[in-house]
């Protein structure tokens, strides 16, 4: 497979529209039980207020996970990802009821040589940025 996004498309500052994720509690049990991260800060109510923690918060791998599936959705192929980087600087607080919602964005920061592009990733939730330093290298066609 190829990426979609042509090279010759996108300048610097083309910005990618923003999505939105939900995020359930089922999520984070079904990403526990892939990753092995069974901690019960992600998945228990009572142990997470006890860590002093607002509720269950999401994995951090799992924010940047969503993140990383946004730029590969963009790119129109998971491949094209040849560099993928972030910071966690927040918290994905995950309530019972209703859940939360990740909004992710992107803008193109750099084209390099060879049909590839840096992508300036934003991921926030409640209006917090969750993510920094989120960029991808991405190759284009």
Same mark, same amino acid.
Request: proline share 4%; no cysteine; aromatic share 8%.
């Given at each position: ?5 042509? =090279?010759? *498309?996108? *300048?610097?500052g083309? *910005?990618?529209?923003?999505?939105t &994720? ?24 009572? &142990? ?21 599936? &946004? ?12 560099? =993928?980087?972030?910071? &966690? ?38 209006d ?14």
């Amino acid at each position: 497979m190829t990426a979609t996004v042509k =090279y010759d *498309e996108v *300048e610097v500052g083309t *910005e990618i529209p923003a999505r939105t &994720f939900p995020v359930s509690r089922l999520n984070l049990v079904m990403y526990a039980g892939a990753s092995g991260d069974f901690n019960p800060i992600h998945w228990n109510e009572t &142990f997470a207020k006890s860590a002093f923690l607002p509720d269950v918060i999401a994995h951090g791998m799992f924010t940047m996970a969503q993140a990383g599936r &946004f730029v590969t959705d963009w790119a129109g192929d998971p491949g094209a990802v040849l560099d =993928y980087g972030v910071r &966690f600087s927040g918290m994905v607080v995950v309530p019972n009821d209703g859940g939360a919602t990740l909004e992710i964005s992107g803008t193109v920061e750099e084209k390099l040589d060879g049909n590839k592009v840096v992508v300036n990733v934003v991921a926030k939730a409640n209006d917090q940025k969750v993510l920094t330093r989120a960029k991808a290298t991405v190759q284009l066609a």
